[in-house]
């Protein structure tokens, strides 16, 4: 059993009977129309067939995920100690100071998701980004797992085989006791802050959150960052002292609206901050895209084990800084398709462009715009494709192939569960008609 077998005889099940099919799919965007799984105001789109994995692949994943956190804790660690280390990110004097505060607990890097190009058929794989501050889309997951189980192509797979997909909400909060155990200001029955600034969070996610937080026991509240006052060394919402933040806003949005937010920047530079904040600023170390070059360098290496720099060698992307140097030696305005480009400290896909989905004339304009401006030039991962089903203008099912993203989330360091997205073109995202998937791994049944 593997996973083209599995797709493939999904897809053909599907096919026997396509009018009972597009019901049932309709069905299911209804329920998603009408869910809490909303990006940008809209629904999330998917596809008909979920991604399948086998408890194999889970298993590798799994793996992937421990190393690759180890390699990263290591990496935040090094800027932290090593002053000589830490010139080579260059970052801005605030955030430095924001890195380098002393966070209280005893994780380097709460959460992430780390998103790869993973070949099904050789288990060989590259990274695409690494996210750690404002890590997302459980939520989403969470939603279409639930509407495609009430699909008739899930159901009558499932026959079959045994399907299980992965719990992203509840393990975070059982995480983040854990961690806040740790903590040295550590208080009973906490008051948790989940912030971001409101124009830029998933508000039904923040909520599936809260309600799971206030199941376990905590007191919980979403806040906008910039209505967390601070005083007497702590964080104090609504006049009330609020003993964790979860952390949703990106470092970068934060720094660009410092002004905004005064009181929530001036307690993260508080030596003694009595408020336990999961993630502290120091995850934006590996968050920005620079990591990725500076992660093929000697100064990085040397800090790795034997095994971990030949981790880094085979599955981390050449990586260079944008500026005309590199675009003439690696004859990157002539070989459009090798490269992209992206943004050193940007999300959700936004600024990046890969030459496959440019004519030549257009890549050009592209990259002599973005020279000398925070940009990256990145080797092109193809991604691995697999056929799926989605419905065409005439109303009937269309077969149609589409490159797969691997997202594998760290919670305190622990393998919890994959982000599965696909899309036709070469930037695989909301923004580029890319779809979500459920997730599920496949084994037999006893």
């Known amino acids: 059993m593997n996973t083209a077998a599995l797709n493939k005889a999904y897809i053909e099940k599907v096919m026997t009977s396509p009018d009972a099919h597009l019901q049932a799919y309709q069905n299911a965007k209804n329920t998603i129309a009408n869910s809490t799984a909303i990006y940008h105001g809209e629904p999330v789109p998917f596809p008909y067939v979920p991604k399948l994995f086998t408890a194999d692949i889970a298993a590798k994943l799994a793996e992937i995920a421990a190393v690759t956190h180890g390699i990263l804790s290591k990496v935040i660690k090094a800027y932290v100690t090593d002053k000589d280390y830490r010139r080579l990110f260059a970052f801005d004097e605030l955030t430095e100071q924001l890195i380098l505060k002393e966070n209280h607990y005893d994780s380097q890097l709460p959460m992430a998701r780390i998103d790869l190009f993973l070949n099904e058929e050789t288990l060989d794989f590259k990274f695409c980004e690494f996210n750690a501050d404002g890590t997302s889309a459980m939520n989403e997951d969470r939603e279409l797992v639930s509407a495609i189980k009430e699909t008739l192509g899930f159901q009558e797979f499932e026959k079959s085989y045994e399907l299980v997909d992965y719990e992203l909400l509840s393990s975070w909060i059982r995480e983040v006791r854990d961690i806040y155990s740790t903590f040295v200001y550590k208080k009973e029955d906490p008051l948790v802050l989940i912030a971001d600034f409101n124009e830029s969070a998933t508000p039904y996610e923040f909520l599936e959150f809260q309600k799971r937080f206030r199941q376990a026991g905590f007191r919980c509240e979403v806040a906008d960052v910039r209505d967390i006052d601070f005083r007497n060394n702590q964080y104090w919402y609504q006049d009330t002292p609020a003993d964790i933040i979860y952390r949703r806003v990106v470092t970068g949005e934060l720094i660009g609206k410092a002004e905004e937010a005064p009181a929530f920047i001036q307690g993260l530079l508080c030596n003694e901050l009595r408020t336990c904040v999961i993630g502290a600023p120091r995850t934006q170390v590996i968050h920005n895209k620079l990591v990725f070059e500076l992660l093929h360098r000697?100064?990085?290496?040397?800090?790795?084990?034997?095994?971990?720099?030949?981790?880094?060698?085979?599955?981390?992307?050449?990586?260079?800084?944008?500026?005309?140097?590199?675009?003439?030696?690696?004859?990157?305005?002539?070989?459009?398709?090798?490269?992209?480009?992206?943004?050193?400290?940007?999300?959700?896909?936004?600024?990046?462009?890969?030459?496959?989905?440019?004519?030549?004339?257009?890549?050009?304009?592209?990259?002599?715009?973005?020279?000398?401006?925070?940009?990256?030039?990145?080797?092109?991962?193809?991604?691995?494709v697999t056929e799926n089903l989605v419905v065409n203008e005439t109303g009937r099912f269309e077969r149609v192939r589409l490159g797969n993203l691997t997202g594998l989330y760290t919670y305190n360091g622990k393998f919890k569960g994959v982000l599965s997205r696909a899309g036709a073109k070469g930037i695989i995202s909301a923004h580029n008609q890319g779809f979500t998937l459920p997730t599920f791994v496949v084994k037999e049944k006893s």
């Open 298 to 384: 000697t100064e990085t290496l040397e800090k790795l084990s034997l095994q971990e720099q030949d981790f880094v060698k085979k599955h981390v992307p050449l990586t260079y800084q944008l500026n005309m140097q590199t675009v003439n030696e690696h004859n990157v305005l002539f070989n459009k398709d090798a490269w992209i480009i992206k943004p050193e400290d940007l999300y959700g896909a936004r600024g990046v462009y890969a030459g496959v989905d440019y004519s030549e004339d257009h890549w050009v304009t592209l990259v002599e715009k973005s020279l000398n401006q925070g940009y990256l030039l990145q080797e092109y991962c193809t991604p691995y």
